[in-house]
C-alpha cells in the first residue's frame, strides 16, 4: 500500500484567494493525479501531476485555475486559484502503483474539504 | 471515455443482511477497481479487479469482462459498511456516481 498525506484537511476560504494543497506520498510512486469531489457527487479527475513537466488537464479544467506542481516522485501540489463558491469541493490526491499481484493500484490521500465564502 | 454506471444508486440494510452492488462499463477495460468512501470522506480501496472474482473476509468481487459488469458482494453487513461505494475504470480513474449504502443496527 501506499501512505498519502495530504494538508490542509480543511479550510474555509474567502472569494477571490487562491489555496495551495500539498500532497506528500511514503514511496516513490508512477503516477500522482488530482480529483474533485463537488458536495455529493462522484470524483472528476481535474490533471495528471507530471514529474519534472507540465500536468496534463482534463476537459474543463485549465492551468490558470489549476496550476499544478509535481517536483520529484512523491510530492505534488495543486493550487485553487481565484476562488468562488463553486469551487467548494473536497479536493484528492491520489498514486499509482504498479505490482504484478495487483495491477495498478491506485491509492487516495484523506482529501482537503474546502469550503468558499 | 468509458460510461461507467452503478445500481442501485441508494441501499438500505439491517445489519447481518447481503447485498450486490453492480458495475456496468460501456468497453473493454484492463482496469478496473472498486473503492469504499466513509461518512469522513476517506476513499479505501477495495479490490483491483479486471476479470476473476477475489475475496476479502466479508467482501468479495467479480468482474466478467466479456460482459462488461463487475459485481461487490457484502455478506452479514455491520454499520462500519456505510458510505458509499464506487467503481472505477482506466489507467486515470474514471469513477461511476456511486452506490450509497446505509447499515442500520
Known amino acids: 500500500s501506499a501512505v498519502i498525506s495530504q494538508k490542509p484537511s480543511r479550510d474555509i476560504c474567502q472569494r477571490g484567494t487562491s489555496l495551495t494543497i500539498q500532497c506528500q506520498v511514503d514511496?516513490?510512486?508512477?503516477?500522482m493525479f488530482w480529483y474533485r469531489q463537488q458536495p455529493g457527487q462522484s470524483l472528476t479527475l481535474i490533471a495528471t501531476a507530471n514529474q519534472g513537466s507540465e500536468a496534463t488537464y482534463e476537459s474543463g479544467f485549465v492551468i490558470d485555475k489549476f496550476p499544478i506542481s509535481r517536483p520529484n516522485l512523491t510530492f505534488s501540489t495543486l493550487t485553487v486559484s481565484n476562488m468562488s463558491p463553486e469551487d467548494s469541493s473536497i479536493y484528492l490526491c491520489?498514486?499509482?502503483?504498479?505490482?504484478?499481484?495487483?495491477?495498478?493500484?491506485?491509492?487516495f490521500g484523506e482529501g482537503s474539504w474546502l469550503t468558499v465564502v | 471515455g468509458i460510461q461507467v454506471e452503478q445500481s442501485p444508486p441508494d441501499l438500505i440494510l439491517q445489519e447481518g443482511a447481503n447485498s450486490t452492488l453492480r458495475c456496468n462499463f460501456s468497453?473493454?477495460?484492463?482496469?478496473l477497481q472498486w473503492f469504499h468512501q466513509n461518512p469522513w470522506g476517506q476513499l479505501i480501496n477495495l479490490f483491483y479487479?479486471?476479470?476473476g472474482t477475489k475475496q476479502n473476509g466479508r467482501l468479495s468481487a467479480t468482474t466478467v469482462a466479456t460482459e462488461r459488469y463487475s459485481l461487490l458482494y457484502i455478506s452479514s453487513s455491520q454499520t462500519t459498511d456505510s458510505g458509499v461505494y464506487f467503481c472505477a475504470t482506466g489507467w486515470a480513474l474514471n469513477f461511476g456516481k456511486g452506490t450509497s449504502l446505509l447499515v442500520t443496527p
Open positions: 479487479i479486471p476479470s
Open positions: 514511496s516513490q510512486v508512477t503516477m
Open positions: 468497453d473493454s477495460v484492463n482496469n
Open positions: 491520489s498514486a499509482a502503483k504498479t505490482r504484478r499481484s495487483s495491477g495498478n493500484t491506485i491509492y
